[in-house]
């Protein structure tokens, strides 16, 4: 029998709560919450992205910020959007931004960000609902879901495994396991 033992670190994931938003009226339907959260994101003065989740009855649960950027951008990782909308336990998601230049109208960054997260999000089972943006010093905003521009599905699965297209620049399994490192204790 070997001395050799191989362990794998088991870790958590928690959603930790931050401040508590304070409103004058009660935040049930997804527009509220825009038009609460859309207020404080004008306010500043370089681009912020936040993501509103939404239970099963699309009753916002919480908004995360979690982007920001410069002035004339925000870099919006998919990961970081989609982690707050799993640990959430989200049925669905709003992705809001502001533009501290003043104008609602999308860049192609943005209509890009829709585009991957709309996918990203039907991957995951929880749908992205609307990408919204916010002028700053105005009450102008721009829904992608008003104007009817949220991107359809067009994901295609495979109905047979003849049909998955593989990458031929593939790692083999034995060269997987090689590039792995297990942390290894003597006992």
Partial sequence: MSDTVYVL???????????????DTQLKRPEQVVGFVSDILREYDREVMCVICLNAKLNPVNMCICSMGA?????????EIMKTAILSNANGFIILHNHPGGSSQPSLEDIHVTDVMSK?????????????????????IYSFYEKGSMPQS???????????????????????????KLHQRKI
């Fill in 71 to 79: 002035v004339d951008k925000a870099i919006a990782s998919p990961r």
């Fill in 9 to 23: 670190d088991q870790v958590g994931i928690r959603l930790v709560k931050e401040k508590t938003l304070i409103s």
């Fill in 120 to 140: 990203a999000g039907e991957l995951l089972g929880i749908p992205l609902y609307d990408h919204i943006i916010a002028a700053a010093g105005s009450d102008e």
């Fill in 154 to 180: 067009q994901l295609k699965y495979a109905d047979k495994v003849a049909d998955i297209n593989l990458r031929s620049d593939r790692t083999e399994p034995n060269e997987i396991r090689k590039q792995l």
